[in-house]
């Protein structure tokens, strides 16, 4: 066993991404010691499959752990796993902490700072990738902090990827993931207006995608969600409440540079209406309840 799989790895969140990354990493050869979860029936499942433990506090996280992975909602639950009064900070001298939540950057540069003054270090991990290559080594990563941490660190980010770049300073990946998923959203709710326009004019929406697929209207999205959009099939990969928080992140970035985004606003609109109606856990392609005739968001 090499000396980066001989660490003990810990993680906290263990939501759709994060428990595949686990299962990923097990299956590597790492050594996952540590699982916590606020729903505590989640960890247990996931530490009886493992073959590891569950933990009922993050200290114990942090104790047990080499090397800690969070992947949380958004800055609220950073803010909570992190600093509260028994949280991941406390007893990590140490310890690494590789945060894949899309956060604000602001928040990611927080825990790099705290981090140092107790002995710890951080690095932020963007990940522009889904469940299936969270599960399958095959993430899109995007890297930002102190560059001599990440190249330590790079045996074990490249088993969780298949094209993992280092982006610069803590708070740099964040700023490029709002970037992409900013524009992800936009076309995504753009995809969505088409498709329910051609469906009104009385096109074969088959048809349409294919035109699409050989015109400047293709994109990815069309590649993974047209047919979801099309059948009503909104399973969730990425959701549509994320896609809301993501593009705010968005925004408050265009305004802080002095710019304007009413696409970006539009967009953040309709995910946000979304949310009002129930449909918030829906992935992002059920915008296409709001654009298509006959539906009933």
Known sequence: MGVMKAKKIG???LGRMGANMARCLKEKGYTIECLYDIRE??????????????????????????????????????DSIFFAEKGLLSNA????FINCATLTPDVHRKVEVE???????????????????????????????????????????????????????????????????????INTAALAEGLGLGEALGIDLKLLCEVFSHTGANSRVLETDAEDMLNRDHDC???????????????????????????AQATLEQYELLAEKGLGELDKSAVAELTFRGRNA
């Open 93 to 96: 001298e140490g310890t690494l």
């Open 115 to 185: 981090a140092a003054k107790v002995g710890a270090r951080a690095l932020e991990a963007c990940m522009a990738s889904s469940i299936p290559q969270a599960r399958n080594g095959e993430l899109y990563l995007m890297i930002g902090g102190i560059e001599g941490v990440f190249t330590e660190n790079k045996p074990l980010l490249e088993d969780l990827s298949k094209a993992l770049h280092y982006i610069g300073p803590m708070g740099k990946a964040s700023e490029v993931k709002a970037l992409v998923n900013m524009v992800m959203n």
């Open 41 to 78: 029936d989640v960890s247990s499942a996931l530490a009886t499959e493992l073959e590891t433990r569950a933990c009922l506090t993050l200290t114990e996280v942090v104790e047990g752990s080499d090397i800690v992975f969070t992947v949380v909602t958004d800055d609220e639950a950073t």
């Open 11 to 13: 993680f906290v969140g």
């Open 237 to 263: 990969y990425f959701s549509a409440e994320h896609a809301a928080k993501d593009s705010g992140i968005a925004i408050a970035l265009m305004e802080g540079a002095g710019l304007k985004g009413p696409l």
